[in-house]
């Protein structure tokens, strides 16, 4: 269930906090895109400006979806060069920290995107989606306590945060802590009454939590019942006691003959 759940949500939460556009003209070539980019900022922009070089990073990578595999290479590049030179002129700077982040996840580099996201949250932890982006980048690393923080603080800051709610809830399913994960659930369904993967995670949990209650006893009950080795034990010796003495018996009627 965690493997379906957090592929799906992921995927749709990764893409929309990037907020890509089409480009476009595709048929330009990636140097004549990125000089359009630079023709087309503000005249008071200058190269000491860090907001420059985010803005040129943030403008170009919301304009790669259609471009070719090999052109967003490049473009990739140009925007992680770009990022980084924010970063380096003012860092402090906490979107630079966290668009860097979602380009780094995007490529596969998640130990560099969980870097950068942990930054961003560090500089400015009223943000939501750095929360929640850093949860999600924590549970594609297998750092559950980090991801279940992450969601929980994404969800103090917005409690209708449907994605962050649904991800913590998994996390507490998967650790088979049943009740907490459906109050979470329930949480999502109040949100959105029509969400297919809550309903069905509550009927999972009640299925599997009725079960568990069906076959687990408590410590009282157990002592309670009778330890059915023991009976066996004393009936055998009392069987064995019985055939000593039938046997006794015929003896002495053998002997009295």
Known sequence: MKRILVLLIIVVTM?????????????????TLINDLKVNLPRSFRPENPYTYFTLANTTHKSIEKVDRKKKQAIIKYVIENYEKTIQLDPKFAPAYYGLGLVLYNNKDLKGAYKNFEKAVEINPHIESYHLSLGITCDKLKKNECAAQQYGNA??????NIEAIILLANIYFE??????????????LKVNPENIIAKEA????ETRYASKLLNTKTEEEINAEPDMKKIDEEKA??????????LIKEKE???AQ
């Open 253 to 255: 009627k053998l002997d």
């Open 15 to 31: 893409v929309g906090c990037t907020q890509k556009q089409q480009v476009n003209e595709n048929d330009k070539s990636y140097k």
């Open 155 to 160: 969800i103090a800051l917005n409690p209708e």
């Open 202 to 205: 509550i009927q999972e949990i």
């Open 175 to 188: 650790s088979k802590q049943y009740e907490n994960a459906k109050e979470l659930f329930e949480m999502a």
């Open 237 to 246: 010796n009392r069987l064995d006691e019985e055939v000593k003495e039938e």
